[in-house]
């Protein structure tokens, strides 16, 4: 039996489940909630992927080795054929500008221009990356290419950290810190 021949005298509505209509139905007194505990209780809920209490998949599965998933570089993706349709002949390209066609949603992510589609249109694009046959693309049909770099991270050797060493005090803040003290005059002697 193929989908497209279930009708509904085959049954293709399936009636609901009545609970708690009497031990002859086979869902009654207890109505397949069983005996006892949380999940027999009104209220329950339960998480996703709660198997019970034992130790959970995520939590039973190795993990091994490292990722850079979490630093990817992730880009506004735009074929030709879009630029084709949304965009009149000598119109400049940028991350604005698709944004404000509605193309791409925001200006957070950097921009990447992929070659799918054909160009007719004198276009001037700006974007941080494009494929070799998109740029290949766009110049032919006379217009110009612009790669704005992204900045890259880099740490500088030997830099201080921020928090700086506590300055020493020149020699006069410490003079005029301590007052000076003038000598006692020596006692006179009775030599007679």
Known sequence: MMIHEI????GRYKGRKRVGRGPGSGHGKTSGRGHKG??????????????GGQMTWARRMPKRGFTNAQFRTEYHLVNLKTL???????????????????????TKKPLKILGEGDLTKKLDVTANKLSKS?????????????VVELKKWTREPGKPSKKAPAETAPEAAVAEATPETTPEPPAESNDT
Do not use: H, M, P, Q
Not at 89 to 97: F, L, N, R
Not at 134 to 146: L, P, Q, R, Y
């Open 134 to 146: 998109a740029e290949a693309k766009i110049t032919a049909a006379g217009g110009s290419v612009t």
């Open 84 to 106: 084709e349709g949304r965009f009149r002949d000598g119109d400049v390209v940028t991350v604005e500008s698709l944004a404000k066609a509605g193309i791409i949603r925001d």
């Open 7 to 10: 009708t509904s005298k085959v």
């Open 38 to 51: 949380a999940g027999s209780r009104s209220g329950y809920k339960r998480r996703a992927y709660f198997e």
